[in-house]
């Protein structure tokens, strides 16, 4: 199985929307433990060391790209 990277939700918009809305009125300490929480259940999901681990490789290279871009 390799890492899906491309949209694969049929309603992206929906699903931030609830992500959105599942924070609303959270302080910001409470906003980083959810989504802590939830990314710990996706993970548990998913069920494939492997496949989590290249996800937070993927996702820590997105973020110094963002960084580098903010900074350029």
Do not use: C, H, W
Request: proline share 3%.
């Amino acid at each position: 199985m390799s890492l899906e990277t491309k949209p694969n939700v049929a309603r992206p918009d929906d699903i931030y929307e609830a992500l959105i809305a599942a924070q609303a009125g959270m302080s910001e300490a409470e906003s980083l433990r959810f989504s802590a929480r939830l990314i710990l259940l996706l993970i548990n999901q998913i069920g494939n060391d492997a496949l989590v681990k290249d996800a937070i490789r993927a996702a820590r290279a997105q973020a110094q790209e963002a960084g580098s871009d903010r900074r350029a």
